[in-house]
């Protein structure tokens, strides 16, 4: 790493799916032919590399993102790849959503049995908001029921991607040898000896041949749109076409996202990884495929740019944060641009700070390697930061510039803790705020009724591996109570009021007044919409952000029953001042009183989360999953069925679905699998929402 590396053989990859689709073990095939390990490591053996935390290795699930990289020889170039390993779990769609903001490319994989399922939508709409370049792997083609082009329809017509596949595979099921790749025209079949680490050239199967001859016309077709001298040569004679052509006009095609490109294999039987692999190398882009990245600069609030080249100013994005027993707090960030020297400063945007990097490491899993800098195009992790969030900008102090940061889900689910002894309060305040730092999506907050300490996250999983995480890495045991659901509040009308907030104690006292129309905020706008239309100075200038203030803090609890008001559109019409006793205080406390009143007299409600659950059982206790969906208030969208088994979609409350997979497997002898994802906020019927406020007082 001591030489600066070819960006142009620099491959930014993540490998994300729904849970349990085969990611780790695919992982584990490229490290194992890329030569970084020498013995393929199993998730049911808990042996994986990536799946390091003591959790995963138990559980068979990834938790937490991985970083490695490796290197790759194809076409005799020695390419670097850096790998992000992501969860599959919705709990942990954080470690997904960040991933995809620093990666160029993705490997998709979908299990060849179940194809399209809940989680790889969620991540493909992530991937769709971060316009990453997909490329699909279509695993498991070894297992009973698997059906490759089956996934391409599904991947067609549930996720809205053009998919075309660039292999058909030999053999079906337990007898799946290898693919005919579309592209050469010519059969693969592996070899068991070496592990598939190498392959051999066959001739395309005569069963086969009028199936590939049908698919390659369609990929030629498909790609000749973005040549108008293919388009020429395919209607003149589609196989004077060179692969060569094929590979340039497929790469472009990939790159603007028009065309998904599907590959099929076994990456437990070793079968397939190695092919994709090389398409990774050939279709997915490198570091200055993406011209440059957009930002603005903090001074003067422009639109400024920086190129991947290491001549331009340092700039860079933290997108995880990590606790390390070993070295500290490691920051794992992306560089777009210039060059950053181990023990050099680097300036942090967002806190206005310099900050001395001490080390650079390139990481492997859990492990890390120190790098003596890192260029633009790189992921690394640094030690050495005093204050750093997920989403900061890294910059060169001369050239500040803004990134755009991340958005992240707010947490639905909340649990009260305490340590089992008093001796253990500290330890558990420090050990909740790193794990808030690490995890944008876990929250901690104190109750300041009861005093209780409130942890909240994206599901019942979350917590419990957060409380896992406590007792093994921060030695900190602790009762639980009852999980609670995080309601919320909204108003339904808008009203006009009036706030005068006089106070008189002798000497100096405390004036405001505000005319104020409050009410719900326009579609889709979250947090506080201020609108100031005071005129002829009625309120002094340097008063209006206190009102703003005031009604931004008020929201965090809201009248019906404490719960925080998700959004809401204040506008400021007039009001009154004192010379004297007239404060930014004053005003502060004034706006918090209108936001009680005006609140009560606009039809406040109480909100909860609705989850978006797919059940997936066998046909004969459809009946009763339905039933008890019914039960739970839940509205059934939809029923499918997949592979001998039924399928049931509905949107049920989360506070109906504590305990739900036990429940289910009571009903289904155990054999109905459920996926739960939050999907928005619903008001919460009038009885139901009494007895909630009730309790609350």
């Known amino acids: 790493m001591a030489k600066k590396s070819d960006l142009k053989y620099t491959r930014n990859i993540g490998i994300a799916a729904h849970i349990d689709a085969g990611k780790t073990t695919t992982t584990e095939r490229i490290l194992y032919y890329s030569g970084v390990t020498h013995k393929l490591g199993e998730v049911h053996d808990g042996a994986a590399t990536m799946d390091w935390m003591a959790q995963e290795q138990e559980r068979g699930i990834t938790i937490a993102s991985a970083a490695t990289t490796c290197f790759w020889k194809y076409k005799d170039q020695n390419y670097k790849i850096n790998i992000i390993d992501t969860p599959g779990h919705v709990d942990f769609t954080v470690e997904v959503n960040r991933s995809l903001r620093v990666l160029d490319g993705l490997v998709f994989l979908f299990s060849a049995v179940d194809g399209v399922e809940p989680q790889s939508e969620t991540n493909w709409r992530l991937a769709d908001n971060y316009k990453v370049t997909r490329l699909c792997f279509v695993n498991k083609m070894d297992r009973q029921g698997a059906d490759f082009l089956n996934v391409v329809k599904q991947v067609r017509e549930m996720l809205g991607g053009n998919a075309i596949p660039m292999q058909l595979p030999i053999g079906e099921e337990e007898n799946f040898k290898g693919v005919v790749d579309l592209v050469t025209n010519k059969g693969i079949i592996w070899n068991e000896q070496d592990h598939g680490m190498t392959f ?59 065309i998904i490109p599907m590959f099929c294999g076994s990456s437990f039987k070793n079968k397939g990884v190695q092919t994709m692999l090389n398409y990774v190398m050939e279709l997915m882009p490198s570091p200055l495929d ?38 500290g707090r490691l920051c794992y960030f992306r560089a777009y641009s210039g060059h950053l020297d181990a023990g050099s400063y680097v300036y942090n945007s967002r806190s206005e700070s310099k900050e001395r990097i001490s080390r650079i490491y390139q990481m492997h899993a859990n492990k890390q390697n120190p790098v003596e800098f890192i260029q633009g195009g790189d992921i690394a992790a640094a030690v050495g930061f005093k204050d750093i969030k997920t989403g900061d900008t890294l910059c060169d102090e001369k050239h500040p510039i803004v990134l755009e940061s991340m958005i992240f889900p707010e947490p639905v689910i909340g649990l009260a803790i305490e340590p089992k002894t008093k001796a253990d309060i500290d330890k558990l305040g420090n050990a909740l705020a790193k794990l808030s730092e690490e995890d944008p999506t876990f929250s901690v907050k104190t109750d300041h009724d009861s005093g209780q300490t409130i942890i909240s996250g994206m599901g019942e999983l979350h917590l419990d591996v957060i409380l896992d995480r406590l007792k093994r890495e921060f030695k900190v045991e602790c009762d639980q109570g009852a999980p609670q659901v995080n309601y919320k509040e909204c108003i339904t009308k808008e009203v006009e009021h ?53 009604f931004k803090a008020a929201m965090e609890n809201g009248v019906l029953a404490g719960y925080p008001v998700e959004s809401l ?43 978006k659950i797919e059940v997936v059982t ?37 506070s109906e679905m504590f305990g739900y997979v036990t429940d289910l497997r009571t009903i289904t002898s155990g054999r109905a699998t459920s996926t739960m994802e939050f999907e928005h906020y619903d008001q919460v019927p009038a009885n139901l929402a009494e007895a909630i406020i009730d309790k609350n007082k």
């Open 200 to 258: 051999q050239e066959v001739p395309i199967p005569d069963a086969l041949k009028s199936e590939v001859e049908e698919w390659r016309e369609k990929l030629l077709e498909s790609i000749a749109e973005f040549d108008d001298t293919l388009l020429e040569k395919f209607f003149d004679d589609p196989n004077s076409i060179t692969e060569e052509e094929i590979l340039t006009a497929l790469r472009k095609a990939c790159l603007s996202n028009t």
């Open 290 to 327: 993406r011209e440059s990245i957009i930002g603005t600069d903090p001074r003067t609030g422009k639109e400024v740019t920086r190129k991947p080249s290491a001549d331009e100013p340092f700039s860079a994005l933290a997108f995880k944060i990590a606790t390390d027993p070993f070295v």
């Open 498 to 550: 009036r706030e005068v907030f006089k106070k008189q104690t002798g000497g100096r006292g405390k004036f405001a007044d505000i005319f104020v129309k409050v009410g719900p905020a326009d579609e889709g706008k979250n947090g506080l919409e201020f609108i100031d239309l005071v005129k002829g100075g009625n309120i002094p200038k340097e008063f209006i952000p206190s009102v703003e203030k005031g």
């Open 569 to 611: 559109k204040v506008t400021l019409i007039d009001g009154s001042y004192h010379d004297v006793d007239s404060d930014q205080l004053s005003f502060e406390i004034c706006a918090r009183q209108a936001f009680k009143e005006a609140t009560r007299l606009s039809s406040p409600k109480l909100l909860e989360p609705i989850m």
């Open 618 to 654: 066998p046909e004969e206790y459809m009946g009763d999953v339905v039933g008890d969906l019914n039960k739970r208030r839940g509205q059934i969208r939809g029923m499918d069925s997949r592979n001998n088994a039924s399928v049931v979609k509905a949107f049920v409350p989360l």
